[in-house]
T-cell receptor, first 110, second 113 residues
Framework: GENVEQHPSTLSVQEGDSAVIKCTYS??????FPWYKQELGKRPQLIID???NVGEKKDQRIAVTLNKTAKHFSLHITETQPEDSAVYFC?????????WGAGTKLIIKP | DAGVIQSPRHEVTEMGQEVTLRCKPI?????LFWYRQTMMRGLELLIY????????DSGMPEDRFSAKMPNASFSTLKIQPSEPRDSAVYFC???????????FGEGSRLTVL
């Protein structure tokens, strides 16, 4: 079955700098890779996703890249702001089920 | 649409008591998921329903846990009897089969004393 690994577990960056979170997956049949943001005490919410027929997708300050050959995908946040502080989860879709990474706690230092 | 609606938002109970968590998925969504989230174990899928039918309950920890979906607009997760190690946030989420996005409810925070 699918296995998704996420790194780092904690990431601290200066406000205004970029943040990169990386995930690897094991099932080459996985074809959908979303990223969710979970603020403290709140629900996870989708921020961006990518399908396996696309290599990169951008939405304002957020971008996701996918390397199918290497089976890894990354979240890039540019010009980080205090409101970016949260836990970010990657996932890979295998059949009906999303297999989740363990999460990355992103801390934005003022 | 109001999104996925869960109740109660918070539940504090004593060990041995029955706990029932409720979920109303987004109208038109035919997939429903129950997750449990803890610091130690992250997000764990407990059970998945498709068109009201349980498809995968392999994540249900033990016989104390049960889930039902009597119709397309309502699901319950029951724990009987509850134990302190069941303390967690329980999320219900729904999705449309065609789209990939999972919509989460606000969660039910359960504390078992």
């Amino acid at each position: 079955g699918e296995n998704v690994e996420q790194h780092p577990s904690t990431l601290s960056v200066q406000e205004g700098d970029s943040a990169v979170i990386k995930c690897t997956y094991s099932d080459s049949a996985s074809n959908y890779f979303p990223w969710y943001k979970q603020e403290l005490g709140k629900r996870p919410q989708l921020i961006i996703d990518i399908r396996s027929n696309v290599g990169e997708k951008k939405d304002q300050r957020i971008a996701v890249t996918l390397n199918k050959t290497a089976k890894h995908f990354s979240l890039h946040i540019t010009e980080t702001q205090p409101e970016d502080s949260a836990v970010y989860f990657c996932a890979g879709k295998s059949n009906y089920q999303l297999i989740w990474g363990a999460g990355t706690k992103l801390i934005i230092k003022p | 649409d109001a999104g996925v609606i869960q109740s109660p938002r918070h539940e504090v109970t004593e060990m041995g008591q029955e706990v029932t968590l409720r979920c109303k998925p987004i109208s038109g969504h035919n997939s429903l998921f129950w997750y449990r989230q803890t610091m130690m174990r992250g997000l764990e899928l407990l059970i998945y329903f498709n068109n009201n039918v349980p498809i995968d309950d392999s994540g249900m920890p033990e016989d104390r846990f049960s889930a039902k979906m009597p119709n397309a607009s309502f699901s319950t997760l029951k724990i009987q009897p509850s134990e302190p190690r069941d303390s967690a946030v329980y999320f219900c989420a729904s999705s449309s089969n065609r789209a990939g996005e999972l919509f989460f409810g606000e969660g039910s925070r359960l504390t078992v004393l």
